[in-house]
């Protein structure tokens, strides 16, 4: 929405301001961030359990935040694995809200859509198979895809695929 309205030549801000592509904050950053500030607190957090909620939320600055948050809360004295898992399954539940307004508002075929994707990410959701596998026509997914990707609910990953934007709401629809 951002991008469009500083390069869309028919809106009122076009070319008013610098367009700059925010990177991910690393793995690496974010991982030894976490520790710290578990640290910090005096509590621990292994760097391998830092990593699993960097894995769990795909590195997204909101989620880990909040995932690191939630797991901290129920943390004592050391982070483990089934804290983690336990703080993941309430963030998905807290996020739920929010995912059933977006899944309300789309079609069937856009809610098809979006499920097959999060259970398969594809390279291509026009190819034959994929079409055949779920029952989908060409131009149905054409129309689909057209509105998942405006509303950036799908996104191409690093690998070319396409996939859903939010992780969260990947594992909320992998239900």
Wanted: proline share 4%; aromatic share 12%.
């Amino acid at each position: 929405m951002l991008k469009d309205m500083f390069s869309n030549t028919s809106r009122p801000f076009y070319k008013s301001a610098f367009l700059y592509t925010l990177q991910e904050i690393s793995r690496e950053d974010f991982v030894s961030y976490v520790v710290k500030k578990f640290m910090d607190t005096g509590k621990r957090c292994p760097k391998e359990i830092a990593n699993q909620i960097y894995d769990l939320t795909r590195g997204y600055p909101y989620y880990v935040q909040k995932l690191a948050s939630l797991a901290w809360d129920r943390t004592e004295k050391e982070c483990d694995g089934p804290i983690v898992q336990e703080a993941y399954r309430h963030l998905i539940e807290i996020e739920r809200i929010d995912f059933e307004g977006i899944w309300s508002g789309l079609t069937l075929m856009q809610k098809s859509l979006l499920r097959a994707i999060a259970e398969e990410p594809v390279h291509s959701p026009y190819s034959r198979e994929f079409l055949e596998r779920h029952h989908f026509t060409i131009g149905g997914t054409q129309r689909a895809m057209k509105i998942l990707l405006s509303r950036d609910l799908i996104e191409k990953d690093g690998q070319g695929r396409y996939r859903l934007t939010d992780p969260i709401m990947e594992a909320w629809l992998k239900g």
